[in-house]
């Protein structure tokens, strides 16, 4: 049996690849042979470490969002002024850069399938409620500093979220009148016009 460092190794590197595979086909049409292939280990390495298809998919969305989350650690662990701190998670999480972009499909393939299918509605529901915690923190935060609206903090949370997600829906949906330039300075817009406790706060 192998060393648990080297069944932790191996484990993430068919996660990535499952991510990476899933980015650019799909669910449906995600093989594990495939698979395989793309993480340079055999079919049978992929049933040690999986039952099956299904397996790997609920392991390869989690690893996304936990990944997803470790790019962003030092934003989130900083203690930084809140409206700063969202600027650069905003600009973190737009989907210009190939791991984002990887990402931010992973996430529309999780979306797609939660609208029929209990359990994967079910991990989605358990990773965005985790993600709106860590959104809704941030913004209390800056409440309680001064530089943040009053309001909700979850209410203020879910429409960044929304508008972070809608956006970048539509540009990973190749919108012409949303590429990811509009996505940025509109959200960046959102930021001080809106959460900031006056227009402009914070602005330099």
């Known amino acids: 049996?192998?060393?648990?460092?080297?069944?932790?190794?191996?484990?993430?590197?068919?996660?990535?690849?499952?991510?990476?595979?899933?980015s650019e086909v799909g669910m449906q049409d995600l093989r594990l042979s495939d698979l395989a292939r793309r993480a340079g280990v055999s079919s049978g390495t992929i049933h040690y470490y999986f039952e099956g298809k299904h397996a790997v998919l609920v392991a390869a969305f989690e690893f996304n969002y936990r990944r997803s989350l470790e790019r962003r650690r030092r934003l989130l662990d900083a203690g930084d002024e809140p409206l700063p701190t969202l600027r650069e998670l905003v600009d973190s999480y737009l989907p210009r850069r190939p791991e984002a972009l990887t990402a931010w499909r992973v996430w529309a393939q999780l979306w797609a399938e939660a609208t029929r299918n209990d359990e994967y509605r079910a991990i989605n529901e358990s990773l965005y409620a985790e993600w709106r915690g860590l959104v809704t923190e941030l913004i209390a935060r800056g409440q309680d500093r001064g530089s943040v609206r009053d309001g909700d903090p979850g209410v203020l949370a879910d429409m960044l979220i929304g508008?972070?997600?809608?956006?970048?829906?539509?540009?990973l949906a190749g919108s012409k009148d949303m590429?990811?330039?509009?996505?940025s300075s509109t959200l960046q817009q959102f930021i001080y016009d809106f959460l900031a406790l006056a227009p402009g706060h914070a602005r330099h």
């Open 163 to 171: 508008m972070i997600d809608g956006l970048a829906t539509q540009v």
């Open 179 to 183: 590429p990811v330039e509009r996505m």
């Open 1 to 22: 049996m192998p060393r648990p460092n080297v069944e932790a190794e191996r484990r993430e590197q068919i996660l990535r690849a499952a991510c990476d595979e899933l």
